[in-house]
C-alpha cells in the first residue's frame, strides 16, 4: 500500500458508503436502460440564473486586460464590497468588505476558518447528524471532533452541546439550514447557543467561536430570511458558496465572513488570508469572483425547490413516513422504517432509487433525499418509496 | 490574539518579508506619480492566448445544461484525457486518463499528493532556493521540510539529496524549470536522482517519491523541450497548473499527475482524489477544465519571454552582477552585490524597484528578479539595477 496510512484507514473506513454509491453508478450503466432515480447527492440540477450567464458573457466580451491574474489572495475588493453590503443588509451587521474572504466553495472556507483558529488537539463541537465532511475538514488541521446530539425535530440542543464543552473546546460547527435535515434553527436557539458560549468563553483566554457552514442560507421557503448566527452571538465566522442560492457547485466560489463583532476580528481575517494562501486555495477562481460581485441580491427560483419539497413530503408522510418537513435546503431526512437506515437504503436501491443511510451523518435510523433534481426522477422513485415502507410495515 | 498559536508564530516569522511588499504597495499609492517597477512577483502581465477567449465564449454560448454542476472529483473525463494524451507525447509513457487529477492550481495539486501519501512526522526534502510555500504546504499535513543545498549553477546536488535521507524520508520535491533561479535541470541529473531513489526505496516499505511542481515546463528557451522527470524515476508525481503557460494564475486550475510506473499508482489516484475531496478543494472549477482540454497544445507566446530574459541577463551581466542565465520560468536569481540580499533589496526598494530577498527562498546572499511583467517596468527598472551596484561596488 503506498498511501498514507491516515488515507488509507479514512478510506477502509468508508468503503461501505463508497461501495454503495459505486453499486449506484454500475446501475446507470448496466444496459437495461431502466431509469435511476438518484436522489442521494447535493448536485442541484437547477440551471443558475439567466443573471449569471448575461454578467458572464459580458466579462468575455469586455475582454479586459488582466482579468485571470492573481489578486489579493482575499479576493477582489469589488466583490468582497458587494458581498458585505449583501451581509449587512441581510444581518443589519456593519459588514465592510475587510471582514469577507472570497474562498474555493464552503469547503474553502471552513478549512480556512478552522485552519485559523484551531490549536492542534483542539476541539471542534458538531451536532448530529451533521455534514459528511466535518470530520476531515476537522481532522485536516489536527482539531478532534466532538459529537452532540440534536433535539427533538432537529433542532439544536443546547444543553446537549454545553455538556460536550471542555477546556479544549474552540469552535462549535453548526449549518443552518442543516444538511441533511433542512431544518432551520430557530433564532431563539442561536440566541441561546450565544449566551452558553458567551459565559464559557469569558471563562478563558480566547473564545469559542460560532463556525456557521451556511450554503443553503438563500434555500428557504416559510420565512421572509433565515435566521442569522451573527446575531446569536458576536464570536461567529459564516462559511458559505454559491453552489446552491446561484447554482455553480463545479465552480467552487464561496467566501468566510468573519464577523466585525469579534474582538480582534481583524487578526481572525488576517490569519483566514494567510491559510486561504498557504493551504494551497491562493484564491477563489477569479472570473467567477467577477460574476458573482453583480449577483449578490440574485438566486435561482425558490419557487422550483419549494414545489418538490411540498409534494415529496406530503406524499411520503400520506405513505407512513415520519419525518420533519424541511423549512430549508433540498433535503428531507425521514426515519428509516424498520429502524436500519443501511438495509432500508440497500432495499430503496434494488427498486433503483438512491438516498443515503442517516449513518453517514452520525444518524442511524434515517436516511437522506435530496429533492434537487428533475421532477420526473423525485416523483418517478416515489411508488419505490411506496413499495419499500409497505415491505417492511405490511 | 484569538487566532491559532501555529498560525500566529508563522506570521511573526514571516513579517520581515510582509513588510517589504506592504512598503512597496504603500509607495505605489504616495500620491508622487512616480512609477514604481514591481519585479517582486510571478503573476504574468502575458493575456492568455487567443485560444482561450475563443473556446470560453463558444462555452458560454453553447448554454448546455450542467456545465456548473458537480462532477467526479477526479474532474472531467474529456479534461483528463487531453491532459493525459499531452503528458503521453511529453514524456514518451502510456499516461491515460486514470492517471490525471484536475485540481486547484498546482499550490492545490502539491497539497493533495503530500496529504496522499505522507504520514505525520514524515520528512520531505526540499532543495535550496526553494519556493516559499513549500514549508507551509509540507506542515499543513504534519511532515517536516529538511532543505539540501543545491549544486553549483543551481542544479540539483544529489549527494546532497543522498545526505539527508533517513528512515523517514517520504518525498523528494522538486521544481522544475525552478522557482527562483529559473534553471532547468537536466536528464542527467534527474537520472541519477532517480538511480539514487531506486537504491534508497528499494530498502523499505513505501517508495520515496519525487514530486515535481512544473507549472513552468512549457516555458523553456533554450531546448525544445523540458527534461523529464518522470522519465528520471518511476515512483513520480508531478504538480501542475496553468497559470503560467495559459496565463490563468487567478483562475486556480492544475493538475497532479500520477506516474503509471508506480506500482500501486491505482491506490495512489485513489487516495489523491479522496484528498481532493476531504481538503475541501472538491474538484478544480467546472469551467476551466472544459476550457483547458482543448487547450493543452497551446501556450502563451514564449519568445514575449526569451527577448526578456536574453535582454535582462545581458544588461545585468554588463553592470557586473553574477547570475547563471535561467533557461526556464521567468526568473533570474542574481548575487546580490555585497553579500546581504535583504540590505540590496531595500535600496532597490529605495530606487522605486522591488525584488525578493534570497532569503525567502532559503538562499541567502542572492535576490529574484520576476520577468513577466511589461517590457518597460523591465526596462524602466535597469538604471536602478545599475545605480544599486555602482554603490556598493564603486
Redesign the interface.
Known amino acids: ?8 484507514a ?2 477502509a473506513k468508508g468503503s461501505w458508503i463508497r461501495k454503495l454509491f459505486e453499486e449506484g453508478l454500475q446501475m446507470m450503466r448496466d444496459g437495461t436502460g431502466l431509469p435511476v432515480y438518484d436522489l442521494s ?1 447535493g ?3 437547477l ?2 440564473p439567466p443573471e449569471f ?1 448575461r454578467l ?2 459580458g466579462m ?2 469586455d ?1 479586459a ?7 489579493s489572495n482575499a479576493g477582489y475588493l469589488e466583490t468582497r464590497q458587494a458581498v458585505a453590503d449583501s451581509l449587512a443588509a441581510d444581518h443589519g451587521i456593519p459588514f465592510a468588505a475587510d471582514n469577507v474572504i472570497m474562498t ?2 464552503a ?2 472556507a ?2 480556512v476558518a478552522i ?6 488537539g483542539e476541539e471542534v463541537i458538531c451536532v448530529a447528524p451533521h455534514f459528511v ?1 466535518y470530520k ?2 476537522i481532522e ?1 488541521h ?1 482539531g478532534v471532533m466532538v459529537v452532540a446530539p440534536c433535539a427533538p425535530g432537529f433542532d439544536l440542543d443546547v444543553d446537549a452541546i454545553a455538556a460536550k464543552i471542555t477546556a479544549k473546546t474552540r469552535f462549535v460547527l453548526i449549518t443552518n439550514p442543516n444538511n441533511p435535515t433542512g431544518v432551520v434553527y430557530p433564532q431563539a436557539t442561536l440566541d441561546r447557543l450565544g449566551d452558553l458560549l458567551r459565559r464559557e468563553s469569558a471563562k478563558r483566554e ?2 469559542i467561536f460560532v463556525l456557521d457552514d451556511a450554503p443553503y442560507r438563500k434555500l428557504v421557503y416559510d420565512m421572509d430570511k433565515c435566521t442569522s448566527s451573527f446575531n446569536g452571538y458576536e464570536n461567529t465566522l459564516v462559511a458559505t458558496s454559491h453552489s446552491k442560492d446561484l ?6 466560489i464561496g467566501f468566510l465572513a468573519v464577523s466585525p463583532r ?3 476580528w481583524q ?2 481575517v ?2 483566514a488570508v ?2 486561504n ?12 469572483q467577477r460574476a458573482v460581485a453583480g449577483l449578490q441580491t440574485v438566486t435561482v427560483d425558490i419557487d422550483w425547490y419549494r414545489r418538490k419539497r411540498d409534494r415529496l413530503c406530503a406524499e411520503l408522510k400520506r405513505m407512513g413516513y415520519e419525518l420533519v418537513v424541511p423549512g430549508g435546503a433540498f433535503y428531507v431526512f425521514p426515519k428509516a422504517p424498520g429502524g436500519d437506515d443501511v438495509a432500508f437504503c440497500q432495499r430503496l436501491k434494488g427498486e433503483r432509487v438512491l438516498a443515503v443511510p442517516g449513518t453517514g451523518f452520525g444518524s442511524p435510523g434515517y436516511f437522506r433525499i435530496g429533492y434537487c433534481v428533475a421532477d420526473e426522477k423525485i416523483w418517478g422513485a416515489l411508488p419505490a418509496f411506496e413499495k419499500a415502507i409497505r415491505a417492511i410495515r405490511g
Chains 1, 2 share one sequence.
Do not use: W
Request: charged share 25%; aromatic share 8%; with cysteine.
Open positions: 500500500m503506498p498511501i498514507s496510512k491516515t488515507i488509507a479514512y478510506e447527492i448536485n442541484p440540477e440551471e443558475p450567464k458572464l458573457r468575455i466580451e475582454d486586460p488582466g482579468q485571470h491574474r492573481y489578486m474555493v466553495g469547503g474553502g471552513v478549512n485552519k485559523a483558529l484551531l490549536d492542534r465532511e476531515f475538514y485536516n489536527g480566547r473564545p447554482g455553480l457547485p463545479g465552480e467552487r469579534i474582538d480582534g487578526k481572525v488576517g490569519a494567510f491559510c494562501r498557504t493551504l494551497g486555495y491562493v484564491n477563489a477562481p477569479a472570473l467567477m
